[in-house]
């Protein structure tokens, strides 16, 4: 019993310590954005809070004229490119988990193997054909490459084919329905915890996304927040307390969606793991 205890205790100290951990350059964040820089570059730097937030927003301003479209042109690329991927990882995952034909497992296979190729060989081709096709410094160049990803197709496809019986389809088939109709009334309501846990993470990576709007992007009013922030680490002094109330402003839409829908992630990607 009393090695139950210890067990537990010990269990406690080591969360708490990784939740500290991870939840210092979030704080360490909120306090900065309240300084100044020669606050904030003291040693030992502010555990406080500070009264520059109004003085670091409007230096923020000052330096980003279009940090507001530059927020919304981010939430509008996150927004598009997770909706895209739903609806074509799910069709995709449908077609893999419920349909027989030629090449399927070859096909399958050469989309999974995409996985392993590193982002960064895409960047220069990927700029060459947005310069050919003139979507340079278009949303277009950002939401159309990341519509369809092999993750989100290798999630649909292991949900639909481990939570969906194929007799259900069948039956559908049989009382006449249209494929695209039994996708959309008897596959789609049940594959939500998947649906909820796959837009999560797309819209996570897409706004947090760097490297993509480095390439397509070299208008200033068309970046999107992270590349906007960056820009601020230019010629001169930093002006770390505008990047830093930058930051905040940013994450906060990412807090309050991960707030809504913590709690569907956690069993979309538990439930696969309890149905083996």
């Known amino acids: 019993m009393i090695k139950v205890k210890k067990d537990q205790f010990i269990a406690y100290i080591v969360v708490g310590l990784g939740a500290v951990i991870m939840l210092a350059p979030f704080y360490f964040m909120f306090v900065f954005a309240s300084h100044s820089n020669s606050g904030i570059l003291s040693v030992p730097p502010p555990i406080l809070f500070g009264d520059y937030i109004v003085e670091n927003f409007n230096k923020l301003i000052s330096f980003l004229p279009y940090f507001w479209h530059n927020l919304a042109l981010s939430l509008f690329v996150a927004i598009a490119v997770t909706a895209l991927n739903l609806l074509f990882c799910s069709l995709a995952g449908y077609a893999f988990a419920m349909f027989e034909f030629k090449f399927k497992n070859f096909l399958f296979v050469c989309i ?16 060459m054909i947005m310069s050919q096709i003139g979507w340079m410094n278009d949303p277009k160049a950002l939401i159309i490459p990341a519509a369809c990803g092999a993750m989100g197709i290798f999630m649909m496809r292991q949900y639909i084919s481990s939570s969906i019986p194929k007799e259900l389809v069948e039956a559908a088939r049989m009382d006449g329905c249209r494929e695209f109709k039994i996708y959309w009334r008897v596959i789609v309501p049940l594959i939500t915890p998947a649906f909820g846990t796959l837009g999560l993470i797309t819209f996570i990576g897409t706004w947090n996304n760097f490297m993509g709007p480095l390439v397509v992007m070299n208008d200033m009013k ?11 680490q230019g010629t001169g002094q930093v002006p770390w307390g505008a990047v830093a109330i930058g930051a905040v402003i940013a994450v906060l839409p990412l807090l309050v969606l991960f707030v809504m829908t913590s709690r569907r992630l956690i069993d979309g990607l538990t439930s696969g793991a309890v149905k083996g």
């Open 222 to 232: 068309m970046f999107t927040i992270p590349l906007a922030l960056r820009s601020l």
């Open 112 to 127: 999974m193997a995409t996985m392993l190729l590193p982002p960064f060989l895409g960047m220069i081709p990927t700029a």
